[in-house]
C-alpha cells in the first residue's frame, strides 16, 4: 500500500528512474534513449561521482559493448590494454603448479580496464543522449502507489544527527517518480533487498550466494611488468572446504591490479577475507610480482555468485531489476560487468516498447522474456552447476567443474545453492587461524588499507548499519560464533571491545567500504545495511 504522503518533499516526474550508474544501470538508460529519445530518463548514484563505488577485476568482455555502441573505439572508450597471455595456477604453501586454463577464463579479445574510469566514459555517452545524472544522491526509499505499485524513489533526508533529530543543516529527500522504476543498485542492493520481500521475488528460486572480493592496486618495477598479462590462482592460503582464489591483472602504467576473492559460504568463524589476502601476497609466486613496488589503492565488495538458479522474479509492477542486483554473473568466468550491461539493455528495449502502449499495464512482462531469447540466458545457463558443484569441496568441485568446461558434460541436472548465513560453524567446531602480523612492506592492517580508498561519510549522522536487536553480537554470535563480524568486515567496521569487565560490540560505520559483507554473512541475519547520507563511502578513482 502508499507509504505516508511526505508534505515537506519536492518531486520530479521522469518515464523511467534508474537507481545506480554502473554498467548496467547506464547501459540500460543509454538503450533506453537510443531506441525512444523522446522518454525522460534519470539516474540516481549514490557515490559522490559516477563510479566512485565501483570495484571489479576488471577484464573486460565487450561483447555488450560491441552492442550498444559499435563505434566506441571512435568514441575514445578507455580500452586500451588488450589481454595477450593467460596464465592458470595452483598453488600449496610453498609451490606453484601451472595448470591449463580453462576454458571460460580464456580472456583472448578482452580488455583489462578500470572499471570506475568506464563507467565515467559511459556516463558521458548517456548524458550526450540526454539523460539526466545525479551523483551523490542515494535512493534510500522506494515509494508506492495507493494500489501497492512501485511508483518511483525517495533520496535520503540530508543533515538528520546521530540521534535521529534535524539538525541546522536539514534538507529533505527528493521524490523522484517515474513510469518504471530499474534497480540496478549492485550487489545485495539495499532497496531491492525490500522488494524481494514484498513481492516475493525468491518464490521459485534457491537463495543467492556470494563471495567477497579485496583488491589492491600496485605500482611495480617495470622489469616485474608484463602488460596484457592475467594470471589466476586456486589453492592456497585456503582449506578445501572453501572456495575461492585470486586475480593479478598487469594494467598499462606499471599497474597491477591483484585481488583475492573468497566465497562466502566460508564454514570457519575465525577465517578473515581481508587477511586471506594478505598472506596470499607472501607465497613466493605471488610476492616476486611485488616486491620492489608501492601499494596505491584498495579496496573491497562483494560479488554476487549464486548464478541461474538464484535468480529471483525480475519484474513487479512498476519496475525491474537488472545487473548484479538481479545476480547476472558468470563465475567461471570471473565476469559480470558485460552481463550487466546486457541485462540493462534488454531491459532498455523492453521498457521502450512496454512504454510506447498505455494499455500494457503497470508490469514489464516482456523483459524476462526477452532476456531467455539473449545470450546472457543461455551463457548463465550452461555454466549454472560449476560454483555449487564446490559445496562438495574443492578437489571435487574442481573434477565436476572440469568435466564441464574441458569434457563439455552437462548433464540435466540442476544443483542447489544455500545461504551463506548458514554456513559456518560452530567457534567450539573450528580452529583459529594464525594470520601473520602485516609487514606494512607487502601486507597491511585493515585501518591503513581503508585510507587508500579514500572512504568519508558525515560523523553526525544515523548509523546506516542497523542491528535488529542489539544483543544479539554479545549475548549470541560471541559466545556461538566467536562474534564473526570481527574479522569478515574487511574495513575494521566491527570491534568487540571490553571495559571494566563488560564486553561491547562497536560500530565504526565511518570505515565502511559499502561491500555488504556484514548484511549477508551474518549468522543471525542480524545487521541491515542502508544507504548513509548522499556521497558517502569510498572514493574509487581507479578501481
Not at 144 to 152: A, E, F, I, L, W
Not at 229 to 248: A, E, K
Not at 388 to 394: A, N
Not at 433 to 447: H, M
Amino acid at each position: 500500500m502508499s507509504q505516508t504522503a511526505r508534505t515537506d518533499r519536492e518531486s520530479m516526474e521522469y518515464d523511467v528512474v534508474i537507481v545506480g550508474a554502473g554498467p548496467a544501470g547506464l547501459a540500460c538508460a543509454i538503450r533506453l534513449k537510443q531506441q525512444a529519445p523522446e522518454l525522460s530518463v534519470c539516474i540516481l548514484e549514490k557515490g559522490a561521482q559516477v563510479g566512485a563505488h565501483l570495484l571489479s577485476g576488471a577484464s573486460l568482455e565487450p561483447r555488450a559493448l560491441n552492442e550498444l555502441i559499435p563505434d566506441w573505439k571512435e568514441k575514445g572508450a578507455p580500452l586500451t590494454t588488450k589481454v595477450t597471455k593467460d596464465k592458470f595456477l595452483f598453488l600449496t604453501k610453498t609451490r606453484a603448479f601451472a595448470l591449463p586454463v580453462p576454458p571460460p577464463m580464456k580472456n583472448h579479445g578482452n580488455y583489462i580496464v578500470s572499471l570506475g574510469v568506464f563507467a565515467r566514459w559511459l556516463a558521458e555517452q548517456a548524458e550526450a543522449l540526454g539523460v539526466e545524472i545525479y551523483p551523490g544522491f542515494a535512493a534510500a526509499e522506494v515509494l508506492y502507489d495507493d494500489s501497492g505499485k512501485v511508483c518511483g524513489v525517495a533520496t535520503g533526508d540530508m543533515g538528520v544527527g546521530k540521534d535521529g533529530q534535524k539538525t541546522e543543516h536539514f534538507q529533505p529527500g527528493m521524490e523522484l517518480r517515474a513510469r518504471q522504476t530499474v534497480f540496478a543498485e549492485g550487489c545485495h542492493g539495499s532497496l531491492t533487498k525490500t522488494l524481494i520481500r514484498k513481492f516475493n521475488l525468491k518464490r521459485n528460486s534457491d537463495p543467492q550466494t556470494y563471495a567477497l572480493g579485496v583488491k589492491e592496486i600496485w605500482e611495480i618495477r617495470p622489469e616485474q611488468h608484463q602488460e596484457g598479462l592475467i594470471v589466476h590462482t586456486v589453492g592456497w592460503p585456503l582449506d578445501n572446504r572453501t572456495y575461492g582464489g585470486s586475480f593479478i591483472y598487469h594494467a598499462a602504467n606499471n599497474q597491477l591490479y591483484i585481488g583475492f576473492v573468497t566465497g562466502l559460504d566460508y564454514e570457519n568463524p575465525y577465517l578473515s577475507p581481508f587477511s586471506e589476502m594478505q598472506r596470499f601476497k607472501l607465497h613466493p609466486a605471488i610476492r616476486r610480482h611485488l616486491e620492489g613496488g608501492r601499494r596505491v589503492a584498495y579496496g573491497a565488495r562483494a560479488l554476487v555468485e549464486g548464478g541461474f538458479q538464484s535468480l529471483p522474479a525480475l519484474t513487479f509492477p512498476g519496475g525491474l531489476l537488472i545487473g548484479d542486483t538481479a545476480g547476472f554473473l558468470n563465475v567461471p568466468k570471473i565476469k559480470g560487468n558485460h552481463m550487466a550491461m546486457k541485462s540493462g539493455m534488454v531491459a532498455g528495449d523492453s521498457l521502450a516498447a512496454h512504454l510506447s502502449d498505455e494499455k500494457n499495464g503497470a508490469e514489464c512482462l516482456s523483459y524476462p522474456e526477452n532476456l531467455k531469447k539473449s545470450w546472457l540466458w543461455a551463457e548463465l545457463h550452461r555454466v549454472r552447476n560449476i560454483r555449487p558443484g564446490f559445496h562438495w569441496g574443492f578437489w571435487l568441485g574442481m573434477l565436476h567443474a572440469g568435466l564441464q568446461t574441458f569434457g563439455g558434460w552437462l548433464l540435466p541436472y540442476t544443483l542447489k545453492n544455500h545461504a551463506d548465513h548458514a554456513s559456518l560453524k560452530k567457534a567450539a567446531q573450528s580452529r583459529p587461524i594464525a594470520y601473520p602480523k602485516p609487514d606494512g612492506v607487502l601486507t597491511f592492517d585493515r585501518l591503513s588499507s581503508v585510507h587508500l580508498s579514500n572512504t568519508m561519510h558525515e560523523e553526525n549522522q544515523p548509523c546506516h548499519l542497523r542491528l535488529r536487536d542489539p544483543h544479539i553480537p554479545i549475548a549470541q554470535n560471541l559466545p556461538l560464533y566467536a562474534e564473526p563480524a570481527q574479522r569478515y568486515c574487511p574495513a575494521g567496521v566491527y570491534e568487540v571491545v571490553e571495559e571494566q569487565g563488560v564486553k561491547r560490540f562497536i560500530i565504526n560505520a565511518q570505515n565502511c567500504v559499502h561491500c555488504k559483507t556484514c548484511d549477508i554473512k551474518d549468522p543471525a541475519q542480524n545487521i541491515d545495511w542502508v544507504v548513509p547520507q548522499g556521497g558517502g563511502g569510498p572514493n574509487y578513482t581507479q578501481m
